[in-house]
């Protein structure tokens, strides 16, 4: 899942100035890199972000997502929103995913939306929201306390009409936890692939890697691409990043080692 950032203050690759020509170009690039899916999202959502009236958002995202859908009519696009509103509007332009990073608390009439059009859709852990998330995040066991969210929340969308294999399932690295929570569920992504639905990773270039190694963010690609790698070989098989070739091959590198294990208990020839 390449990130096409709409926005002047994504915490990455925000761009103040960029023409709906270049936001375009980047998301063609990430095309050509191998991206499977474009996340397209006209608010950011880093800590501290100022949220933004539907209006607004639909003024940013609109022309976009119209230009890819013309110059890259086979894309599959995702939406990053929380928005009902901006939700319907992508979907009815042919939009096939809702990136939510609310579970639908921000914007209730959204789990409506999703009943109607049945996209899919990313349910994302998180506490607090942008403005206020990083502030002081607590868990008593913030494994325990993810967990029990999914299981709340699966239940919660199929009542309303979302069908289960829909959903996909993002632990929201950096939403409302700390280092030391995102390590504690980093190490055990066993706990969100026991629901047996497909898990997304977002921790590309996040500040878990400035908290670890001191990296400013245009320096954290690495870290992110080994971190992909270990969790691909874990289960993890969704990944939204900034630099899909650089995932790309880390993904395909852990992949021919995986392989390459099935004929360790061979006989040699």
Not at 23 to 28: C, F, K, S
Not at 40 to 46: D, N, P, Q, Y
Not at 89 to 117: E, H, K, M, R
Request: net charge negative; hydrophobic share 45%.
């Amino acid at each position: 899942m390449g990130i096409v950032n709409v926005t002047p203050d994504s915490f990455y690759d925000g761009a103040p100035h960029a023409a709906v020509e270049d936001r375009v170009a980047h998301a063609l690039r990430l095309l050509d890199q191998g991206a499977d899916i474009l996340d397209v999202g006209a608010e950011s959502s880093r800590p501290g972000a100022v949220e933004l009236a539907p209006t607004e958002e639909l003024s940013r995202l609109l022309p976009v997502l119209l230009a890819i859908r013309h110059n890259a009519p086979g894309a599959v696009v995702s939406v990053d929103t929380y928005h009902a509103e901006t939700a319907a509007a992508a979907l009815s332009l042919g939009a096939s995913v809702i990136n939510d990073i609310s579970a639908c608390a921000f914007d209730p009439a959204l789990l409506d939306i999703l009943a109607q059009y049945k996209p899919g859709y990313v349910l994302t852990h998180s506490q607090g929201r942008p403005w206020d998330m990083q502030r002081d995040p607590r868990y008593k066991n913030v494994r325990s306390e993810v967990m029990t969210f999914f299981e709340r929340s699966l239940t919660r969308f199929v009542r309303a009409g979302m069908p289960e294999d829909r959903i996909v399932l993002d632990p929201g690295i950096g939403f409302g936890k700390t280092l030391s929570h995102t390590m504690e569920l980093l190490a055990h992504p066993e706990d969100w692939l026991a629901f047996g639905r497909p898990v997304l990773m977002g921790l590309s270039m996040k500040s878990m890697f400035g908290g670890l190694f001191g990296l400013a963010p245009d320096a954290r690609g690495v870290s992110t691409q080994v971190t992909t790698a270990l969790l691909w070989d874990r289960g993890v098989f969704w990944h939204r990043v900034h630099e899909v070739a650089g995932a790309r091959h880390s993904l395909t590198l852990a992949a021919a080692l995986r392989n390459a294990k099935q004929y360790d208990t061979l006989p040699a020839c």
